[in-house]
């Protein structure tokens, strides 16, 4: 069916105006005051050694309702080197944004007698219901597959936190159907070299937001990443939530049943009869 | 035309929502089906959760068969005791029908099994109607076979005890008949956000044995009442009644069911009969098909 496609690919129309422009140039002021505060409260970084990575986001929240069709979340930053100097070129950015997790069950179907029902489940304690990475090489060329593990660099990498005792080859395949069906959701991405790090200092980079997120607390973490090892890392939090009619309409199906589907039927009825009434009098 | 749906949780084309509540409610005003057996399907292909579609889609059936019912009320097209009999038998359908959903969603197998009922009672009823409708056309092309008298009602149901007489439809039955039907048509209702007028008019006609004049307007008060029991019961307990979706459907569908009811006045009956058949069957052969290739997805995720 053709039309499947028409949900995950709707998204990218109705990016907000004011998000395009909020990249905003840092003072030097205010580089210095960041600076001197940095060097006051940690010890680490009164050595010189570590850069400090200053992050912003294009929004703070992202609203579901009417007309919402998807978003673009811009986040950047700085890689500031703490003697004021410019960053060394070779450092790297990795960003990662979650959304909120949960515990699910996953099913697998397999085909039994000419049908295909469903089979084998497992369960996953906490799985993100959104996950994005961007970094601005690939990520197999800026660190092993142990730091990605820890950091969660990667599709391959997400931690689901399995329940139950199955064997590891299953559970492989059983994770990697889960990040594939959440892939063509649009809800997994994984986006190599997205990142654009301009003179080792500024690094931007938009990241798709499809209609069909689970509102909730989004965590935007970004990571500078210098031979292989996580130099810095700093995290912003995002709301995603519904406001409006649509809010009302969430809550008062769960909060309040009954008058919720009495006004459904109510106006189905009346759809129904108006109709009736209108074609009558045409 | 985007619209976000709050509790399906993701944005659609309002329009092709339109359309397709439109097009099912063309199908209601001419055959006195609800739609839902074709509204359901096409929302979980269009990406639409199954529980939400099911359940959006038993609303949207209600408005559909509002104005069928009074325009049949007028014309004295309705027989409010069996009707009333087949909603008493409904609403411990849907009750029924509301444990199986929860009992089969527990055990994963909730899909699979709509999938199943979808087949074989799309694939009977289809196969069914279809044979009528060529024996209909038959004689009027080869001369004029008359074929053996019909009894009027399946022997098994003149078995059943405690006959009454319901006038309107002219027959003389036990009330157990309407009402086990009533039961079974509320379950389904329940489970596949279906009306159930489908199989409610060949059951009627062939089974009950009712006479044709009442057999659509009373299927259409049955599907009323039912749809409005089954939104009632979602509401309750599965909460995936998305009023946005079914404002959609039912825009499209009320004003479809009005032009619906004008192609029936006009058209020839076999010919709708032989049409509405051939909709069925491919419907029913469509997901027969999907039951039995690779599906797109094979892992389904479930919130604990």
Not at chain 1, 220 to 236: C, D, P
Not at chain 2, 27 to 55: D, K, N
């Amino acid at each position: 069916m053709g039309i499947l496609g028409a949900v995950p690919s709707a998204f990218g129309s109705g990016a907000p105006a004011g998000g395009r422009s909020a990249l905003r140039p840092f003072g030097p002021l205010a580089v210095v005051a960041l600076l001197f505060a940095v060097l006051l409260t940690s010890p680490a970084h009164a050595q010189g050694r570590d850069p400090i990575l200053v992050v912003g986001a294009s929004q703070k929240d992202i609203v579901l309702r009417q007309g919402f069709t998807g978003t673009e979340l811009l986040l950047y930053g700085a890689l500031l080197d703490p003697r004021g100097r410019r960053a060394a070129e070779d450092y790297d950015i990795v960003v990662v944004l979650k959304g909120p997790t949960e515990p699910i069950t996953l099913r697998e179907k397999e085909q039994i007698a000419g049908i295909w029902v469903n089979a084998a489940s497992t369960d996953y304690r906490s799985v993100p219901s959104f996950y994005a990475m961007a970094s601005s090489s690939p990520v197999s060329e800026i660190v092993d597959p142990r730091t990605a593990a820890i950091y969660e660099f990667g599709l391959d990498y997400i931690q689901l936190s399995p329940t139950g005792t199955i064997d590891p080859e299953e559970q492989a395949r059983f994770s990697s159907g889960l990040v594939d069906l959440r892939q063509r959701q649009g809800l997994y991405n994984q986006f190599d070299g997205a990142v654009d790090l301009e003179e080792g200092v500024l690094y931007s980079v938009r990241l798709p937001i499809p209609s069909n997120v689970r509102p909730g607390e989004y965590t935007a973490e970004t990571f500078a990443v210098l031979k292989g090892r996580v130099i810095a890392s700093n995290s912003r939090e995002l709301v995603v939530h519904k406001e409006g009619v649509e809010l009302a309409i969430a809550n008062q199906s769960q909060d309040n049943s009954f008058l919720y589907g009495l006004f459904a039927i109510s106006m189905s009825l009346f759809m129904g009869w108006a109709a009736g009434r209108l074609f009558a009098i045409v | 035309m985007d619209v976000y749906l709050p509790i399906a949780n993701l944005s659609v084309n309002g329009l092709f929502i339109v359309m397709l509540g439109f097009g099912t409610g063309i199908l209601s005003g001419i055959f006195g089906v609800g739609g839902g057996f074709l509204t359901t399907p096409l929302l979980i292909f269009y990406g639409i959760p199954p529980t939400v579609a099911a359940a959006s889609a038993a609303t949207q059936v209600t408005g559909a068969s509002v104005s069928g019912v009074f325009g049949h009320m007028r014309n004295k097209g309705v027989d409010f005791q069996i009707g009333a009999v087949m909603v008493a038998g409904g609403l411990c359908g849907a009750l029924v029908g509301a444990g199986l959903f929860s009992l089969l969603q527990a055990i994963g197998q909730i899909d699979v099994v709509i999938n199943l009922l979808y087949v074989l009672l799309l694939g009977t009823i289809g196969w069914l109607m279809m044979r009528e409708a060529l024996a209909e056309l038959k004689p009027a092309r080869f001369g004029t076979k008359k074929r053996a008298a019909k009894r009027r009602h399946h022997p098994m149901i003149a078995a059943l005890p405690y006959r009454m007489r319901f006038y309107a439809s002219g027959i003389y039955v036990s009330p157990l008949a309407p009402g086990l039907l009533g039961l079974i048509v509320g379950i389904l209702t329940m489970l596949m956000g279906v009306g159930g007028g489908f199989m409610m008019v060949p059951a009627m006609l062939y089974i009950l044995g009712m006479s044709a004049r009442v057999v659509v307007g009373t299927s259409l008060f049955n599907i009323l009442f039912i749809t409005m029991l089954v939104t009632m019961v979602h509401s309750f307990t599965t909460h995936a009644v998305d009023i946005v979706l079914a404002g959609l459907l039912l825009v499209g569908s009320v004003t479809g069911a009005q032009y619906g009811t004008r192609i029936a006045q006009v058209a020839k009956p076999e010919i709708l009969r032989l049409i509405l058949a051939s909709i069925v069957l491919a419907i029913a052969l469509r997901m027969a098909f999907g039951l039995t290739i690779r599906p797109d997805e094979v892992y389904s995720v479930v919130p604990l």
